[in-house]
């Protein structure tokens, strides 16, 4: 042996001289392998800015322009490299492990204690690409030295195992990982598994291809990278609770992490009673203390006239569904809630029992868990009443929930003279947003009547009635005296002071999305 890595001259014993065909096929697995758990990293980078940030189309284009950027950098990195292809790929794959592996709790760390959350993603992407850029540089030297072919063959053998595990592996993601592991352990996971393929090649295929220094090294290395990852294992579950609460300033007493969304309830006691709020991806969705203000407000003008069946799309912590409940002329009310778990949640949890009244195990309730936009488009069944109680339209999965196709489909869904309620966030720290709903209900043959009051939790906050058959003024005719709604009160919630009147906006599409791009840039800043 030669003290560069090579195979050429291997010794009998060397699997990759001794059985080539079989050496060829174990290398073709890592490659399929380490695609996989590449596409992984990607994955988790993006999901995990979706939940912690929002606008999903800007985190994807950060994290996929800056990763593909950089495997290019690190494809050009690896060619001074191949004279000792073994140890530079062993090298490269144990610290494409650890730092995939720890990706997400780092980038959870940096959001909850540094609030560094950007530069970190930007640094840890350019990082994760610049490794898996000078995996396939490697793999194919070390796929030559078994047995030289051409190498335009050689490339198809090499790509076409390449986009199967990457393929692969972007199913595992959502479909696997998640459900079974979350992000911050399925990364962990997909770290070891990365390993261990990494592990394999070295020290089973290549192993009489290192020099003894080399292999000693390379096995403290490896027993590092493994014992780390096994001990953020191990330390996951505690390191997710003492940096989730890091984000809230109140004692987190219940949460979960769905396939939508991170949920949240934090309750701190008061001189009021408990304060118990509920947080959606770290936006505050509720304060028990004045969470009445902003659901008589959504509910009730909507409920002046014909009420007999009532659809409410979204609204799954039941406490929409609880104003609606007052009036004993229901038929029938169905609630269109996507996340499972947060139903789940708002039947179980004791605080929100307590708050929703336990509407959402009340028999004349119908619970449907579906998305609101798919479901609408297949069902024929029309309502007294809509109330459209979504998150505020910042990410691309909310956007079309606030588009002029949605809105239409919405009155599709109205009975004759029947009404609808949109919650349009705040016409004074979102003024765009909560105007642009406007002239987007108004586009889809919904001429709505804007409003606003004040829930302190919030700020001044707004909403959008409208009926099938033109303009409404928002009344209340409520079963019993409300804590908060009177008819004077909605008096003085139509008018708007004159540096907050309305603002001509164009209708938001779902090709056009403007909805989107007014939200994100006036909740950053809110």
């Given at each position: 042996?030669?003290t560069?890595?090579?195979v050429?001259?291997?010794?009998?014993?060397?699997?990759?001289?001794?059985?080539?065909?079989?050496?060829?096929?174990?290398?073709?697995?890592?490659?399929?392998?380490?695609?996989?758990?590449?596409?992984?990293?990607?994955?988790?980078?993006?999901?995990?800015?979706?939940?912690?940030?929002?606008?999903t189309?800007?985190?994807?284009?950060?994290v996929l322009?800056?990763?593909?950027?950089?495997?290019?950098?690190?494809?050009?990195a690896?060619?001074?490299?191949?004279?000792?292809?073994?140890?530079?790929?062993?090298?490269?794959?144990l610290?494409?492990?650890?730092l995939?592996?720890?990706?997400?709790m780092?980038?959870?760390?940096?959001?909850?204690?540094?609030?560094?959350?950007?530069?970190?993603?930007?640094?840890?992407?350019?990082?994760?690409?610049?490794?898996?850029?000078?995996?396939?540089?490697?793999?194919?030297?070390?796929?030559?030295?078994?047995?030289?072919?051409?190498a335009?063959?050689?490339?198809a053998?090499?790509?076409?195992?390449?986009y199967?595990?990457?393929?692969?592996?972007?199913?595992?993601?959502?479909?696997?990982?998640?459900?079974?592991?979350?992000?911050?352990?399925?990364?962990l996971?997909?770290?070891?598994?990365?390993?261990?393929?990494?592990?394999?090649?070295?020290f089973?295929?290549?192993?009489?291809?290192l020099r003894?220094?080399?292999l000693?090294?390379?096995?403290?290395?490896?027993?590092?990278?493994?014992?780390?990852?096994?001990a953020?294992?191990?330390l996951?579950?505690?390191?997710?609770v003492?940096?989730?609460?890091?984000?809230?300033?109140?004692?987190?007493?219940?949460?979960a992490?769905?396939?939508?969304?991170?949920?949240?309830?934090?309750?701190?006691g008061?001189g009021?009673?408990?304060?118990?709020?509920?947080?959606l991806?770290?936006?505050?969705?509720?304060?028990?203390?004045?969470?009445?203000?902003?659901?008589?407000?959504?509910?009730?003008p909507?409920?002046?006239g014909?009420?007999?069946?009532v659809?409410?799309?979204?609204?799954?912590?039941?406490?929409?569904?609880?104003?609606?409940?007052?009036?004993?002329?229901?038929?029938?009310?169905?609630?269109?809630?996507l996340?499972?778990?947060?139903?789940?949640?708002?039947?179980?949890?004791?605080?929100?029992?307590?708050?929703?009244?336990?509407?959402?195990?009340?028999?004349?309730?119908?619970?449907?868990?579906?998305?609101a936009?798919?479901w609408l488009?297949?069902?024929?069944?029309?309502?007294d009443?809509?109330?459209?109680?979504?998150?505020?339209?910042?990410?691309?999965?909310?956007?079309?929930?606030y588009?002029?196709?949605?809105?239409?489909?919405?009155r599709a869904?109205?009975a004759?003279?029947?009404?609808?309620?949109?919650?349009?966030?705040?016409p004074?720290?979102?003024?765009k947003?909560?105007?642009?709903i406007?002239?987007?209900?108004?586009?889809a043959?919904?001429?709505?009547?804007?409003y606003?009051?004040?829930?302190?939790a919030?700020?001044?906050?707004?909403?959008?009635l409208?009926?099938?058959?033109?303009?409404?003024s928002p009344?209340?005719?409520?079963?019993?005296?409300?804590?908060?709604?009177?008819?004077e009160?909605l008096?003085a919630?139509t008018?708007?002071?004159?540096?907050?009147?309305?603002?001509?906006?164009?209708?938001?599409t779902?090709m056009d999305?403007?909805i989107?791009?007014?939200?994100?840039?006036?909740?950053?800043?809110?």
């Amino acid at each position: 042996m030669s003290t560069t890595d090579t195979v050429d001259d291997a010794p009998p014993g060397d699997p990759a001289a001794a059985w080539p065909r079989l050496a060829r096929s174990a290398l073709l697995a890592v490659v399929f392998v380490c695609a996989a758990c590449g596409l992984v990293y990607e994955l988790a980078l993006v999901s995990l800015g979706s939940f912690l940030i929002g606008n999903t189309a800007t985190q994807a284009s950060i994290v996929l322009s800056v990763m593909v950027f950089a495997m290019g950098v690190g494809s050009l990195a690896a060619k001074p490299l191949q004279p000792r292809s073994v140890t530079a790929f062993a090298v490269v794959e144990l610290a494409l492990a650890l730092l995939g592996g720890l990706s997400v709790m780092a980038l959870y760390a940096a959001f909850a204690h540094l609030e560094l959350y950007t530069p970190a993603l930007i640094a840890v992407a350019f990082v994760l690409g610049l490794l898996i850029g000078a995996e396939i540089p490697l793999l194919m030297v070390l796929l030559q030295r078994i047995r030289r072919q051409e190498a335009g063959a050689a490339v198809a053998d090499m790509f076409a195992v390449d986009y199967i595990g990457a393929l692969v592996g972007g199913l595992c993601f959502p479909f696997l990982l998640l459900p079974l592991f979350g992000q911050l352990r399925g990364a962990l996971v997909v770290g070891l598994v990365n390993a261990a393929a990494g592990c394999f090649l070295v020290f089973v295929i290549f192993r009489k291809a290192l020099r003894r220094s080399h292999l000693v090294a390379l096995s403290v290395a490896s027993l590092v990278v493994v014992a780390t990852l096994i001990a953020a294992l191990v330390l996951s579950t505690r390191f997710e609770v003492t940096a989730r609460q890091a984000l809230y300033r109140d004692p987190i007493v219940a949460s979960a992490r769905s396939a939508y969304q991170d949920i949240v309830i934090t309750e701190r006691g008061t001189g009021a009673g408990p304060d118990t709020r509920l947080y959606l991806n770290g936006d505050l969705q509720f304060s028990s203390i004045d969470e009445h203000r902003y659901h008589e407000a959504l509910v009730h003008p909507a409920m002046a006239g014909a009420h007999a069946s009532v659809l409410i799309l979204g609204g799954g912590d039941g406490l929409a569904l609880r104003e609606v409940l007052r009036y004993p002329g229901i038929r029938e009310v169905t609630l269109v809630e996507l996340d499972p778990a947060m139903i789940r949640l708002a039947r179980t949890d004791e605080r929100l029992r307590r708050l929703n009244k336990g509407s959402m195990s009340d028999p004349r309730a119908e619970i449907v868990t579906a998305d609101a936009f798919g479901w609408l488009r297949h069902t024929d069944r029309r309502f007294d009443v809509i109330v459209v109680d979504m998150p505020d339209p910042d990410d691309t999965a909310t956007a079309k929930l606030y588009s002029t196709e949605f809105y239409a489909m919405v009155r599709a869904h109205l009975a004759d003279g029947g009404r609808v309620v949109v919650q349009a966030g705040s016409p004074y720290f979102a003024p765009k947003s909560f105007w642009c709903i406007a002239s987007t209900m108004r586009a889809a043959g919904l001429p709505a009547t804007p409003y606003h009051v004040d829930v302190p939790a919030f700020g001044d906050w707004g909403f959008h009635l409208a009926s099938t058959r033109g303009p409404v003024s928002p009344a209340v005719e409520p079963p019993e005296p409300l804590r908060f709604l009177s008819a004077e009160q909605l008096t003085a919630a139509t008018v708007f002071p004159l540096d907050r009147q309305p603002l001509d906006l164009p209708p938001s599409t779902l090709m056009d999305p403007r909805i989107l791009r007014y939200a994100q840039g006036e909740w950053a800043t809110y």
